[in-house]
């Protein structure tokens, strides 16, 4: 009997967590351009319409790409291409009182944040933000923040063990940081940053999400190769995340290969691929 | 003198007179026509010109509020559209102008001249002054000027204007911090001035003026003709002859012709009593026989 019970409340889980992960975060609205997302670990061909869903990965893959996605609790991201944003923990379900976090690896993004809060974590900076419109440039080496309106909260990524300074930004300034060097902030955006500022930016983000009412059928692609997967394996706070997630990877005989070149870097991995490593010694009694 | 000479000299003193008061007249009804309807044309300019400040007021800026957030756009500062707007009429119509003259502008070229200066300091002199018309010369001709006041009507023209610390950053990159503040609340600040060339109009009436009076001449002048000729064949001819006949009657000669007239009118009636005094006149030479 209480066997029985506890098999039900784990299907129930099961299927709770399942409704979770598939329920729509939003609706991708603008999909311009050559645009793919990761679901699991296929490539997608993403159109307008789609739905959002939990851990999608979104590959804006050059500059003539846009993408926007309108989330069902509110808010609206643009993104211009060539980035690479994971739209994380965005799920309504079970996410009403945190942060709906995107990583974003490169790229040019707007976010229009509505009245729930905002985390946007960049390579060497993570943004707060709520009820407020920012506009984030970022690739690997570079932050740039610029407070359209509202004020965000600009968090350098710093070593463990070294002490954070954790800067305001106001509607209309700029906050920029290189590498780990300090952060820089200005009343103002250098005129670069503006000159090179996609031009729907400066416009106010358009919701469309009532135009879409269908979703439509997205054309599977091909699997996630190692080299796409390494930006999301690198060390972080998602890494354990995406590990979980590529290992059904390792039936591929190429990523395998690949995996095993360069094997001390995914030592999760490293139990998998090579249990031998990892069985405890047998001892001999009396020698 | 003859009577067809004291006829014309009168009827000539009367053409004159007339053909000058007409041309007077005329020439000032003509003249002032087309002021009116050059100043016609300066009021439809300015309406224009507000319409555009209003269309961009009301309906582009709004679109743009963001974008300002970036870079400013002049286009969404009404003076600024007006001012293109006609730029690019003058295009094609060069003699024709509109400036949102400004004592103390953002944008350098709405400074006020010397003269557009004056009509400032008249508008800020004078609150129950609406709108001054004038006229001046200009390299390309005389030219009509129309203009009305600026004033600091609304305090969203004061979020620009009021001081550098207050007005948009991205404004302030683009025009300096020097120019185009310190504006205060029903202030006036400037001028709208529009220019209309006074040479078409002033030239039509002209001519208009032209041909009338020569119409009129023409028309004096046929009048003058017939009435010579009517007054020759119907009176001075017809006088002539009846003056011949009672002259050879007075002189005895009887015979010299009859005084009949076919007409009724008052040559005939004189040709009547002639022939009936010449009857007379027989009857009693032959009683006196």
């Given at each position: 009997m209480v066997e029985t019970s506890r098999s039900i409340v784990a299907f129930l889980l099961l299927l709770f967590a399942a409704s979770a992960a598939a329920a729509e975060a939003g609706i991708y609205t603008i999909v311009d351009g050559d645009v793919r997302v990761l679901r699991d670990t296929a490539w997608f061909r993403l159109a307008p319409g789609a739905r959002a869903r939990h851990g999608d990965i979104v590959d804006a893959g050059n500059e003539y790409a846009q993408v926007q996605l309108e989330w069902t609790g509110g808010g609206i991201m643009n993104l211009q291409g060539p980035a690479l944003v994971h739209t994380g923990a965005v799920v309504p379900a079970d996410n009403k009182s945190g942060a709906a976090e995107l990583v974003v690896q490169r790229g040019w993004i707007k976010v229009a944040a509505g009245k729930r809060p905002m985390r946007l974590r960049l390579p060497n900076a993570t943004l707060d933000f709520v009820d407020a419109i920012v506009v984030v440039r970022g690739d690997a080496e570079r932050s740039e923040l610029f407070v359209e309106s509202g004020s965000a909260k600009f968090i350098p990524v710093v070593a463990r063990g070294k002490a954070q300074t954790t800067l305001d930004a106001k509607s209309g300034e700029y906050l920029e940081r290189s590498g780990d060097r300090a952060a820089v902030a200005q009343p103002r955006p250098p005129q670069a940053f503006v000159t090179a500022l996609p031009r729907q930016f400066r416009d106010a983000l358009p919701a469309l999400a009532a135009h879409f009412a269908e979703e439509p059928e997205l054309v599977r692609g091909r699997e996630i190769t190692l080299a796409e997967a390494e930006a999301w394996l690198a060390p972080g706070a998602s890494r354990r995340t995406f590990v979980r997630r590529f290992t059904p990877r390792l039936s591929d005989p190429a990523f395998r290969t690949g995996v095993n070149a360069r094997i001390t870097a995914y030592p999760e991995w490293d139990r998998i691929l090579h249990p031998e490593k990892y069985r405890p010694k047998e001892t001999v009694p009396g020698k | 003198m003859k009577l067809i000479w004291k006829f014309n000299l009168v009827l000539l003193g009367i053409f004159l007179l007339g053909f000058a008061i007409a041309g007077y007249v005329s020439y000032r009804a003509l003249q002032a026509n087309a002021r009116e309807e050059i100043v016609q044309n300066a009021r439809l300019m300015m309406e224009a010109a507000l319409a555009s400040r209003t269309y961009t007021s009301t309906q582009v800026k709004p679109l743009l509020e963001t974008q300002l957030k970036y870079a400013f756009l002049p286009q969404t500062v009404p003076a600024y559209a007006a001012t293109e707007v006609f730029n690019e009429m003058r295009k094609r119509h060069p003699d024709y102008g509109y400036k949102e003259a400004?004592?103390?502008?953002?944008?350098?070229?709405d400074r006020a001249s010397d003269w557009e200066a004056d009509l400032v300091n008249v508008f800020r002199g004078s609150q129950s002054s609406k709108e001054l018309i004038g006229e001046r010369d200009t390299p390309t001709g005389r030219t009509l000027y129309l203009a009305r006041p600026i004033d600091v009507?609304?305090?969203?023209?004061?979020?620009?204007?009021?001081s550098v610390e207050v007005a948009p950053k991205t404004m302030v990159d683009l025009y300096g911090s020097a120019n185009g503040f310190g504006w205060k609340f029903q202030e006036v600040i400037g001028a709208q001035i529009v220019s209309v060339p006074m040479s078409v109009p002033i030239t039509r009436a002209n001519e208009t003026f032209r041909a009338f009076m020569l119409s009129l001449a023409l028309v004096f002048l046929a009048t003058f003709v017939l009435l010579n000729v009517m007054l020759h064949m119907m009176v001075i001819r017809r006088v002539t002859r009846l003056a011949s006949i009672a002259d050879q009657v007075s002189l005895g000669n009887l015979d010299a012709g009859d005084f009949k007239?076919?007409?009724?009118?008052e040559i005939g009636v004189l040709s009547e009593a002639l022939g009936r005094m010449k009857v007379s006149l027989v009857q009693a030479m032959r009683m006196l026989e």
């Amino acid at each position: 009997m209480v066997e029985t019970s506890r098999s039900i409340v784990a299907f129930l889980l099961l299927l709770f967590a399942a409704s979770a992960a598939a329920a729509e975060a939003g609706i991708y609205t603008i999909v311009d351009g050559d645009v793919r997302v990761l679901r699991d670990t296929a490539w997608f061909r993403l159109a307008p319409g789609a739905r959002a869903r939990h851990g999608d990965i979104v590959d804006a893959g050059n500059e003539y790409a846009q993408v926007q996605l309108e989330w069902t609790g509110g808010g609206i991201m643009n993104l211009q291409g060539p980035a690479l944003v994971h739209t994380g923990a965005v799920v309504p379900a079970d996410n009403k009182s945190g942060a709906a976090e995107l990583v974003v690896q490169r790229g040019w993004i707007k976010v229009a944040a509505g009245k729930r809060p905002m985390r946007l974590r960049l390579p060497n900076a993570t943004l707060d933000f709520v009820d407020a419109i920012v506009v984030v440039r970022g690739d690997a080496e570079r932050s740039e923040l610029f407070v359209e309106s509202g004020s965000a909260k600009f968090i350098p990524v710093v070593a463990r063990g070294k002490a954070q300074t954790t800067l305001d930004a106001k509607s209309g300034e700029y906050l920029e940081r290189s590498g780990d060097r300090a952060a820089v902030a200005q009343p103002r955006p250098p005129q670069a940053f503006v000159t090179a500022l996609p031009r729907q930016f400066r416009d106010a983000l358009p919701a469309l999400a009532a135009h879409f009412a269908e979703e439509p059928e997205l054309v599977r692609g091909r699997e996630i190769t190692l080299a796409e997967a390494e930006a999301w394996l690198a060390p972080g706070a998602s890494r354990r995340t995406f590990v979980r997630r590529f290992t059904p990877r390792l039936s591929d005989p190429a990523f395998r290969t690949g995996v095993n070149a360069r094997i001390t870097a995914y030592p999760e991995w490293d139990r998998i691929l090579h249990p031998e490593k990892y069985r405890p010694k047998e001892t001999v009694p009396g020698k | 003198m003859k009577l067809i000479w004291k006829f014309n000299l009168v009827l000539l003193g009367i053409f004159l007179l007339g053909f000058a008061i007409a041309g007077y007249v005329s020439y000032r009804a003509l003249q002032a026509n087309a002021r009116e309807e050059i100043v016609q044309n300066a009021r439809l300019m300015m309406e224009a010109a507000l319409a555009s400040r209003t269309y961009t007021s009301t309906q582009v800026k709004p679109l743009l509020e963001t974008q300002l957030k970036y870079a400013f756009l002049p286009q969404t500062v009404p003076a600024y559209a007006a001012t293109e707007v006609f730029n690019e009429m003058r295009k094609r119509h060069p003699d024709y102008g509109y400036k949102e003259a400004t004592l103390n502008p953002t944008n350098p070229r709405d400074r006020a001249s010397d003269w557009e200066a004056d009509l400032v300091n008249v508008f800020r002199g004078s609150q129950s002054s609406k709108e001054l018309i004038g006229e001046r010369d200009t390299p390309t001709g005389r030219t009509l000027y129309l203009a009305r006041p600026i004033d600091v009507s609304s305090a969203s023209c004061l979020v620009c204007h009021s001081s550098v610390e207050v007005a948009p950053k991205t404004m302030v990159d683009l025009y300096g911090s020097a120019n185009g503040f310190g504006w205060k609340f029903q202030e006036v600040i400037g001028a709208q001035i529009v220019s209309v060339p006074m040479s078409v109009p002033i030239t039509r009436a002209n001519e208009t003026f032209r041909a009338f009076m020569l119409s009129l001449a023409l028309v004096f002048l046929a009048t003058f003709v017939l009435l010579n000729v009517m007054l020759h064949m119907m009176v001075i001819r017809r006088v002539t002859r009846l003056a011949s006949i009672a002259d050879q009657v007075s002189l005895g000669n009887l015979d010299a012709g009859d005084f009949k007239s076919k007409s009724r009118d008052e040559i005939g009636v004189l040709s009547e009593a002639l022939g009936r005094m010449k009857v007379s006149l027989v009857q009693a030479m032959r009683m006196l026989e």
